[in-house]
């Protein structure tokens, strides 16, 4: 394994921040009227009133006015029109030449829903603070300071002293050889915790128990044991077919002997965490982890054995895991690095992972973040759902978020833990361009594939090609692509939730336009207007 701890993805992230395009107020409301809380019209004047006798209405309402009220109010026009002007002028400067087409609209806050109200005819009001601190802290946010390697090295020295710095050049997974110390005939998985938490573990540690010996290396006097990490990743997000896609995958003869899809070690289990609810309980060592890789190293090491045409099969199997909580949480770390909740957190998840895997593969799958979140709230929400209630769970966490970004950055707010606890459905979940950034400040680009769920639900068998050539595999037969493709798809829609239909225009329409300035961020991140998900 290289280790140099040059951070692979800097260049990226740099290049982005160099491209940072400031977006325009002008841009965004276009020529929408904008009524704001300094709007002097009479509220109780007809609608069909000629606009022309608001000047008069305006003098008249002046005069209520004190000297200095009405001066700080020309100074604050004037200071906005400034910042307008300054947005325009910027982005005339730095229009990215691919989304040149591209123009958010304004975001809608819905004010007049309560319990029992109908929320699909409330009346909403156009919200400019919100989303003028939305773009603001887009702009104004830096790239993160990427901890280095001693670091890293000095908050987990159990993790770098079990894995070694370098990986076995002849097999393609990272592998190793690790001593086996004291009685070879004791049962390995007698303590694993994944084992004694997981049936379908404990039934293959049981298989694995009876041949474990027999997969021993023997060398000067000493017994070893292969040891194989994940050559891929799939990090998330949840509720973006990341488990269809995992049970896929493992139908290719090279991509197998994965037992759990979502271990969630690196985020939660090392950490002592299972549930957040349930606070903090026994860790899994680095040890249980590994353990869950055991038929892939078992596998290669008969082929590293075996005659050259075995050998050659072995030392292509790679395994893999799907922890959907691998690009985002980061709440177990921040506990046990003792952040504060109001900074930004010091160490990620892709910073221990890329510290002993420099050169892993990272997949990951998006959806139109809309939708993402009402899939989540329907699949982790069990009692008392309908629309209203996701309604109102979504303004409600729109007006958290927007409390946040009035105290803190961007990041911080992201991945605050304690505005993640209290909201109301999980909505940073769909910033993603701020956790793909963040991946690419370790990782490089070309280490990173990123897939959207509609093309991949429009097009299985070209997506899966797609995954296949981004993991180096040979291609499959017929037979088996033809299987691959049929399989039903994986973790569908409740059937009593799909009878609940699609949310609220009102919650659809807050929701898309709470997402575009970040998905506008995302597209151009990855150079690519789909992650616009304007067909939605």
């Keep these: 394994m290289p280790t140099s701890d040059d951070k692979h993805g800097s260049n990226t ?10 977006l325009s107020l002008a841009v965004i409301y276009g020529k929408r009227s904008v009524r704001t809380f300094l709007d002097f019209r ?14 008069l209405s305006f ?5 209520r006015f004190s000297k200095a009220k009405v001066v700080s109010f020309f100074l604050c026009l004037t200071l906005a029109f400034l910042i307008m002007v300054s947005y325009t002028l910027m982005l005339d400067k730095r229009r990215m030449p691919l989304m ?8 809608v806050v819905p004010t007049g829903a309560f319990a029992g109200e109908d929320v699909s005819t409330e009346k909403s009001f156009m919200s400019t603070e919100l989303m003028v601190k939305i773009i603001s802290s887009i702009q104004e946010h830096k790239p993160r300071r990427v901890p280095d390697k001693k670091e890293i090295t000095e908050t987990d020295s159990n993790l770098f002293s079990v894995i070694p710095p370098h990986f076995l050049p002849n097999t393609k997974s990272p592998c190793w050889y690790e001593e086996v110390s004291g009685d070879a005939s004791a049962d390995p998985y007698k303590k694993n915790h994944f084992c004694l938490r997981s049936k379908s573990f404990r039934n293959t540690c049981d298989r694995m128990r009876d041949s474990f010996r027999r997969h021993l290396s023997h060398r000067d006097g000493k017994q070893f044991r292969l040891r194989c990490l994940p050559y891929f990743y799939i990090i998330g997000q949840p509720k973006c077919g990341t488990t269809d896609l995992f049970h896929r995958l493992l139908m290719h003869p090279e991509v197998k002997f994965n037992i759990i899809k979502e271990p969630h ?3 939660r289990k090392r950490f002592g965490y299972i549930r957040f609810k349930d606070g903090l309980q026994e860790r899994f060592p680095l040890q249980d982890y590994l353990d869950l890789f055991d038929l892939a190293s078992h596998n290669i090491q008969e082929g590293i054995r075996g ?5 050659q099969q072995a030392i292509h199997i790679i395994t893999g895991e799907a922890s959907a909580s691998t690009m985002w949480d980061n709440q177990a770390s921040s506990y046990h690095h003792g952040a504060q909740q109001e900074t930004e957190p010091s160490f990620l998840v892709q910073d221990f992972i890329h510290a002993v895997q420099p050169d892993a593969k990272i997949i990951v799958m998006l959806r139109d973040p809309v939708e993402r979140l009402y899939s989540d709230y329907l699949y982790f929400i069990l009692a008392n759902k309908s629309v209203e209630d996701f309604h109102h769970r979504v303004k409600e966490s729109v007006q958290l978020f927007q409390a946040c970004l009035s105290e803190r950055s961007l990041r911080s707010c992201v991945y605050n833990s304690s505005l993640y606890n209290i909201m109301p459905v999980r909505l940073n979940l769909g910033l993603y361009f701020l956790y793909v950034l963040d991946w690419l400040s370790v990782f490089r680009r070309d280490q990173i594939l990123v897939l959207r769920l509609e093309d991949y639900a429009n097009n299985i068998k070209e997506t899966i090609k797609k995954v296949f050539d981004f993991l180096k595999v040979g291609p499959l037969s017929a037979h088996l692509e033809a299987a691959l493709t049929k399989r039903p798809m994986s973790n569908t829609r409740r059937a009593q939730d799909r009878n609940l239909g699609p949310m609220l225009p009102a919650t659809r329409s807050l929701l898309s336009r709470f997402h575009q300035p970040f998905n506008y961020e995302l597209a151009r991140l ?5 992650f616009l998900w304007r067909e939605s």
């Design 307 to 311: 005659n050259s045409s075995v050998k």
């Design 526 to 530: 990855l150079n690519s207007e789909a």
């Design 42 to 55: 009479d509220k109780n004047a007809p609608h069909g009133l000629d606009v022309k006798c608001a000047p």
């Design 265 to 267: 070690w690196w985020t």
């Design 100 to 107: 040149s087409s591209y123009r958010p609209s304004l975001l």
């Design 59 to 63: 003098l008249t309402n002046l005069r």
């Design 13 to 22: 992230q740099t290049d982005y921040f160099n491209s940072l395009q400031s």
